[in-house]
């Protein structure tokens, strides 16, 4: 994908089960989406090209945002990955299973029946999934919605045929470096910094708000020491749990983290093993 | 050496002077008992707290940046990013800062000069401030409570005067751009320096035993102590990036769509996971308690051997950034007495 005077890589940017902020801050990006122009062939846009007909060749990447939720995204999810050479997941529902997911610990019939009194509306929903849990992801921007220089950071360094900048410190150090006072520390709240990837710069912190988790996990995230902090601040461990559920429930709440790590030891993509451990 | 003395309504004054050629800067607030380093320019003379202990962030953010960019490149190759730094003044370091920054200064100079520090580094004025330690200072302990130079002026605060203790041809500079502000030194004030000098030494007393801490930490390296501040420890970082002598940085490119781009150096921290991940996605520390365990090791152990004394300075800024409530006196307290 390196070569610039070959024909220019095909890309498609698809879009599951989420709210399309992802494709939104990349079609917001003008000038950065020009540049892109420029390098890549966009043959697929879900949100800003109408689909005549479907494509049919082979894409060099396919970027996809949001997170499987039913049969019809993962089979379309399987179509991507066989058409496509590399696949990038783009935003916390495709890499984490995101906010949809947040409710992976009840069961869809159950949740079908909360929200509108009938089992059957969706017969064929499924509780939210990341990508990595059906087919395998090459590239991962999390983010909700992503960083937008993350990710043109990110298309910059694969087509010039090197590896995305991998970023593994939690939003604490960011926080530090940008000087912020600890929320935890001086306010008593719960704050996902310490187990979430940093890259965000601490936006929340900086406007004075606790971090969400929004990005996700760190890679070896240390879910006992952090726990402990925060009982030791006399936070409920009830609270500490629905703030981490928020974005990366299936990844790491429900399930045992560490476990999925064991079977990615390359933890390249944040790719997940497909068994269930029932764990923290 | 030059002494004089200032009366404490001229400080403002004298400021204001240094402003016309420098920018200062100096500790203010930050809210909730902190303080950062802050220009004056941006908060005004009355913001200027002397009475801070530590700020978030030590001097060391001036001369290493969290990020910077060493040099750009493009299809024509590599360009240098030359560092065009104002003339500045920090106003108000206490000792241990002053330990600190020698600390580095030596890092970033030997042997080999790093270039976008030394720019920053000459271009700096620095003012120090006496001061009366806090229940999280341990300069004692590590001996960094000693003045040893490093300041072009230092300030001690008499009450309605400051005594001021010149240390270099730019502190002497700037008192002379003020002359008439000044006071030379009588024996009342030579008196009562030495009186905040003696009431200072008083409380000054090491909180533990450090004795031997090389010795004990390299010949029990297996010690329990690191495995159980592993599992405290979440490896966020907060400790590295606050200390005035960590001096870690990662080094990576930010790449255009055109090819272009910005190699760039960003603090980092031997607590981070990825801080040594080799190719093959080997770590040597994977770990946490190793990691936990190499911090103290770099700063008591190597930095000992290689400089002949402790990289930590007992600035207490490690024990007021952690979240887990790791700190660094119980730790080597712990150390002391349980590895040896
Ligand atoms: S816990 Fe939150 S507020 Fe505290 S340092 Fe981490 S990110 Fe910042
Ligand atoms: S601080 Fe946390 S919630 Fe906010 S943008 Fe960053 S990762 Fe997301
Ligand atoms: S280790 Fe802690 S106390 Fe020692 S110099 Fe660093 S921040 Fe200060
Ligand atoms: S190795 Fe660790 S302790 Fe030593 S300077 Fe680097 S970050 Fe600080
Ligand atoms: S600040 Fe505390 S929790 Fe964070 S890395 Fe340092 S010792 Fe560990």
């Given at each position: ?280 | ?68 960019t060493i040099c750009t ?6 360009h240098p990013v030359e560092v065009a730094e ?29 270039s976008a520090?030394?720019s ?221």
């Amino acid at each position: 994908m390196n070569s610039r005077t070959a024909q220019k890589p095909k890309v498609g940017i698809f879009g599951l089960t989420g709210c399309a902020g992802d494709q939104l801050a990349l079609l917001n990006a003008e000038p950065e989406l020009i540049a892109l122009a420029g390098r890549v062939d966009v043959v697929v846009f879900d949100m800003a090209i109408s689909r005549k007909e479907e494509w049919q060749g082979m894409l060099d990447l396919a970027l996809v945002e949001g997170s499987v939720c039913s049969q019809r995204d993962r089979e379309e999810l399987e179509k991507i990955r066989k058409q496509s050479r590399s696949l990038m997941a783009i935003g916390s529902c495709a890499v984490w299973g995101g906010l949809p997911a947040m409710t992976a610990h009840i069961p869809v019939k159950q949740l079908n029946k909360q929200v509108y009194d009938d089992g059957e509306v969706f017969p064929k929903a499924m509780g939210a999934e990341p990508l990595s849990s059906f087919v395998t992801v090459d590239f991962s921007i999390p983010g909700c919605p992503i960083e937008i220089g993350e990710l043109l950071e990110a298309l910059a360094a694969i087509l010039a045929g090197g590896e995305p900048q991998r970023i593994d410190f939690p939003v604490c150090a960011e926080c530090r470096m940008a000087e912020q006072i600890c929320l935890v520390q001086s306010q008593n709240r719960v704050c996902c910094g310490p187990v979430t990837v940093g890259g965000c710069k601490a936006r929340c912190i900086s406007y004075g708000r606790p971090c969400d988790g929004c990005r996700g996990p760190v890679d070896d995230p240390c879910y006992d020491a952090t726990r402990e902090m925060f009982f030791r601040h006399g936070l409920a461990k009830a609270d500490v749990v629905d703030a981490l559920r928020r974005f990366s429930t299936p990844a790491w709440v429900e399930r045992n983290l560490a476990a999925d790590f064991a079977g990615d030891p390359q933890r390249r993509g944040h790719h997940r093993s497909q068994t269930k451990e029932s764990g923290t | 050496m030059e002494t004089f003395t200032l009366y404490r309504e001229h400080l403002g004054q004298f400021l204001d002077v240094c402003q016309e050629q420098f920018r200062v800067q100096i500790p203010v607030s930050a809210g909730d008992g902190r303080y950062r380093f802050s220009p004056l320019a941006g908060h005004g003379v009355e913001a200027l707290a002397l009475e801070y202990h530590r700020t978030l962030l030590p001097p060391k953010k001036y001369f290493l940046l969290p990020e910077e960019t060493i040099c750009t490149f493009d299809q024509k190759g590599y360009h240098p990013v030359e560092v065009a730094e104002e003339p500045f003044l920090l106003f108000g370091l206490h000792p241990c800062d002053l330990h600190g920054l020698r600390i580095i200064d030596q890092f970033f100079s030997t042997p080999y000069a790093d270039s976008a520090y030394q720019s920053r580094r000459k271009n700096a004025l620095i003012v120090g401030l006496g001061c009366l330690p806090d229940d999280k200072c341990f300069c004692a302990t590590m001996n960094t409570q000693q003045i040893m130079g490093g300041y072009d002026l230092f300030f001690w605060d008499l009450g309605e005067r400051f005594y001021i203790q010149v240390g270099s041809e730019a502190g002497h500079g700037l008192i002379h751009k003020a002359r008439e502000m000044f006071h030379d030194v009588v024996d009342e004030d030579r008196q009562d320096y030495l009186e905040t000098l003696y009431q200072r030494r008083h409380l000054l007393t090491p909180k533990v035993d450090v004795a031997d801490l090389s010795q004990i930490m390299e010949a029990n390296p297996d010690c329990a102590v690191w495995d159980e501040l592993g599992a405290a420890c979440f490896a966020c970082g907060a400790c590295t990036m606050v200390c005035p002598t960590c001096t870690c940085y990662d080094i990576f490119d930010r790449v255009e769509l055109d090819g272009s781009g910005r190699r760039c150096r960003q603090w980092d921290s031997c607590l981070f996971r990825d801080f040594d991940r080799i190719a093959g996605e080997v770590h040597f520390r994977s770990d946490r308690s190793d990691r936990v365990k190499n911090r103290f090791f770099h700063k008591e152990v190597v930095h000992v051997k290689q400089h002949q004394r402790s990289a930590c300075v007992g600035c207490g800024r490690c024990q007021e950034a952690c979240p887990a409530g790791i700190d660094v006196v119980s730790v080597l307290s712990r150390v002391h007495a349980s590895c040896a």
